[in-house]
């Protein structure tokens, strides 16, 4: 066993946390670079195996029901595959199948629509399929598969809304599950790697969500100057709305689980200061979002999550540039007055919670 | 930290932590930030963020007034902006972070100058010379600052000066063409950079960074490879010559990161390269499409099964 193992359990141990001699850990899992290989490899193997069981059963392929009941065994057998098996061949193996076993669910679902037919159908067709990726990646047994499904449900249950004449809330139930997710990362013993894989999912999903519908939807920007649209309930600012409070709900819940309780200062001073962020950046589309996965990354001590968290805040900033709706002196001054509140928190932070008063408590 | 993570989830799962103890092993393991820990990361959180948005603010901002600003404005307002930042550099000390960041700031500023003397004054200057420019002007700083971040950013307007360079000309000197002029440029300028990085790592503590390694080594790592792909798509009288560096490459890749300074990352990207590489070789030697569907589904199964189990086995050794 390694020096870390003997220190981490030997740390355990003298906190009475656990008690006798050290266990047999599990070999560790894979870094993430070796799993978006895994993904990637998985990802082509699917396209050309999709390709050939195409050029073989051309003749089955243009029966849908043929191809809907030949999706469904190849995702089952991948599932058999995974379930029974921790061997990377395998696992690569099944991740192949079951993707090409998706998409040939999909063509079917989406085969069935045309050009008039009703936005509601549509909406639906969007929704169920939103519904197949969401359970695919509650069942499937593997990593990765389940990090990519959980993304494609959340993309399609947010494209399934906009149909719905629903824009823009979704990212913040979006951003909702993925902060629970996080922070109850350690929670439930037997589900640690699929909250995980989840989290990682809506991670993606809400990065991408967030970076791309406002130019998606007719070039609408976030907060209270975006003209209303009357064609849909939900205005963008209502989405940016709901994702400050997520915001303020994740400060409270990381404050929750130091057991302070919310009438203490620091924690009403916190979620003050979080409101005029939030409140700051309310017109800079993604600025919560980028900032709300550092900070869920730094609270887990989690590295990937925090640079996905800066890479993401970079192209916000950057993708802001290029928002029609608003002019470009707004958009500046949305920026100056989110940097200097940010600067000014900080001066703040230095000079009355001096480096003793935080270690004497 | 990773490495933490995944053994206290190990602990949970076989259920030797009581779940009412979960949250006092992640505190003992140090994975849930204690106050000091928090404090030092809001610190510097803070002040990155505070720093990139309010020059991100300048940019919009000159950009808005572009036309109804005086020249004079416009330079005098960016100019101050960076005798600000070094004056910031110099003023708070210059080994501190926020010391750091400050002369990014201003080494970024001067970029911002460069593109408005060449707007306002309409030079006929390419777009590589500003980009070139650039480098040389916050060279200096470069070398004063010991930032590993700025070093980074000196290395990429670089990089874009000579991709902007060879895009304009096509070549490099009058006896030195070949249509893959740029990815040779890319992969030498970055694989110099990379044995330069790592050579000058091991006595200076501020260049050791991992991610600056990996992502020099991506971008030579890919343009080798590039020109290896090419090399057996367009099959030219050349074509050994690429194959040669490439497996040499490769070769130095393993001996430095297996042998001498063990990372996965290098690795796993040489594994990616080989593996793209063969899938292209065996591409070529295969006409009927639905046999080349399942050659290609097989290489990738049977090649990726094989690097990841290989990959697996190296970073159980550098855990034990």
């Known amino acids: 066993m390694s020096a870390t193992h003997s220190q981490l359990w030997q740390k355990l141990k003298d906190a009475n946390l656990v008690h006798g001699e050290m266990p047999r850990f599990e070999q560790d899992g894979s870094p993430w670079y070796i799993k978006f290989l895994l993904g990637m490899a998985g990802w082509w193997a699917a396209a050309f195996g999709l390709s050939f069981v195409m050029l073989v059963f051309t003749i089955f392929m243009k029966n849908p029901i043929a191809v809907f009941i030949l999706g469904n065994l190849l995702i089952g057998g991948a599932f058999f595959i995974l379930r029974q098996s921790e061997q990377t061949f395998l696992e690569q193996l099944g991740f192949a199948i079951s993707l090409t076993g998706q998409f040939l669910v999909m063509l079917v679902i989406f085969h069935a629509l045309g050009s008039d037919t009703p936005k509601f159908n549509v909406a639906l067709n969007w929704a169920l399929a939103g519904l197949f990726q969401a359970v695919l990646a509650l069942m499937i047994p593997n990593f990765v598969h389940r990090v990519f499904c959980t993304w494609n449900a959340a993309i399609l249950f947010s494209v399934a809304l906009l149909l719905f004449e629903l824009p823009y809330i979704f990212s913040s139930v979006v951003m909702l599950l993925m902060v629970w997710c996080w922070l109850h990362e350690y929670t439930y013993a037997k589900h640690i790697e699929k909250i995980r894989a989840i989290a990682y999912g809506l991670t993606f999903a809400l990065v991408s969500i967030e970076g791309f519908v406002p130019f998606i939807s007719g070039g609408a920007s976030s907060g209270w100057k975006t003209p209303v649209n009357i064609e849909y309930i939900t205005q963008p600012w209502m989405g940016e709305l709901l994702l400050g409070c997520v915001a303020l709900y994740m400060v409270w819940l990381l404050f929750r689980q130091y057991k302070q309780p919310i009438r203490q200062p620091v924690v009403m001073l916190s979620l003050f200061a979080t409101l005029l962020v939030v409140a700051a950046s309310f017109e800079a589309t993604g600025l919560t979002v980028g900032m709300v996965i550092v900070l869920l990354g730094f609270m887990g001590s989690n590295r990937v999550l925090m640079g996905i968290g800066i890479v993401s805040l970079l192209f916000y900033v950057s993708a802001y540039y290029y928002l029609l709706e608003t002019t470009l002196l707004d958009k500046s001054l949305t920026l100056l007055a989110v940097g200097v509140l940010l600067l000014g928190l900080r001066w703040l932070m230095l000079h009355f919670i001096s480096q003793g008063e935080v270690n004497a408590r | ?320």
């Open chain 2, 1 to 320: 930290m990773n490495h933490t993570r995944f053994l206290i989830a190990s602990l949970i799962k076989q259920g030797l932590i009581p779940e009412d103890k979960i949250p006092d092993a992640l505190r003992v393991s140090k994975l849930t930030p204690d106050k000091t820990a928090w404090f030092s990361f809001l610190d510097r959180f803070l002040l990155v963020v505070g720093a990139v948005l309010l020059v991100s603010a300048l940019t919009f901002f000159i950009a808005y007034n572009w036309t109804e600003m005086s020249r004079l404005a416009k330079f005098a307002l960016v100019e101050v902006c960076i005798v600000l930042a070094v004056f910031a550099y110099w003023k708070v000390g210059t080994q501190q972070l926020s010391a750091k960041i400050a002369l990014l700031t201003a080494s970024l500023l001067l970029g911002v100058l460069l593109a408005l003397y060449g707007q306002t004054y309409q030079t006929g200057a390419d777009p590589w010379q500003l980009f070139f420019n650039w480098a040389l002007l916050i060279l200096p700083w470069v070398f004063i600052a010991q930032f590993h971040v700025l070093w980074m950013v000196f290395l990429f307007l670089l990089n874009l000066s000579l991709v902007l360079y060879i895009n304009t000309f096509g070549i490099f000197f009058v006896w030195f063409f070949t249509p893959e002029l740029l990815f040779w440029s890319l992969f030498a300028l970055n694989a110099v950079a990379l044995v330069v990085w790592e050579y000058m790592s091991q006595t200076k503590e501020w260049l050791q960074s991992v991610w600056a390694t990996r992502l020099l080594a991506v971008v030579s790592g890919a343009s080798i490879t590039i020109l290896v792909v090419n090399s057996i798509i367009g099959a030219s009288v050349y074509a050994i010559v690429p194959w040669l560096i490439w497996l040499g490459y490769l070769g130095v890749l393993y001996a430095y990161y297996r042998l001498k300074k063990p990372d996965l990352f290098m690795l796993a990207g040489g594994c990616l390269s080989v593996g793209t590489v063969m899938l292209f070789f065996i591409g070529q030697y295969i006409i009927d499409s639905a046999i080349v569907s399942l050659a290609f589904l097989t290489f990738i199964l049977v090649f990726g099964g094989a690097s990841s189990k290989w990959l697996k086995h190296v970073q159980k050794e550098m855990q034990s």
